[in-house]
């Protein structure tokens, strides 16, 4: 069993950053494959950002060249580095968990709100 946490959504400014993180519970992080998705009102959850348990990177078009995923196995934890934000990056984003092997152990955060508005 994992349980996720995110932190670090709030309100910026188009042009800003944020950095969210996603602390993980539970036994052998290093195993999962770890994404960030997003979902804005009326839409559906949709893919950001992966990282694999090899340290392997994802991004959806959308987002390459401005988001950074990062993980720190040690710390248990996903990073999600947001620049040049612009207003359709609104959304809440979820953090997700996926065993390497076993696909039924699939996790997910409760979601951190990003708002980017002047």
């Known amino acids: 069993q994992v349980q996720l946490v995110e932190s670090g959504g709030g309100l910026v400014q188009p042009g800003g950053s944020l950095r969210l993180s996603c602390a993980a519970s539970?036994?052998?992080?290093?195993?999962?494959?770890m994404g960030w998705y997003r979902q804005a009102p009326g839409e559906q959850r949709d893919l950001v950002a992966t990282?694999?348990?090899?340290?392997?990177?994802n991004y959806a078009d959308s987002v390459k060249g401005r988001f950074t995923i990062s993980r720190d196995n040690a710390k248990k934890t996903v990073y999600l580095q947001m620049n040049s934000l612009k207003p359709e990056d609104t959304a809440v984003y979820y953090c997700n968990a996926k065993h390497a092997i076993i696909s039924d152990m699939d996790y997910w955060g409760k979601g951190t709100l990003v708002t980017v508005s002047s």
């Open positions: 539970g036994a052998f992080f290093s195993i999962y494959h």
């Open positions: 990282i694999t348990s090899g340290g392997n990177t």
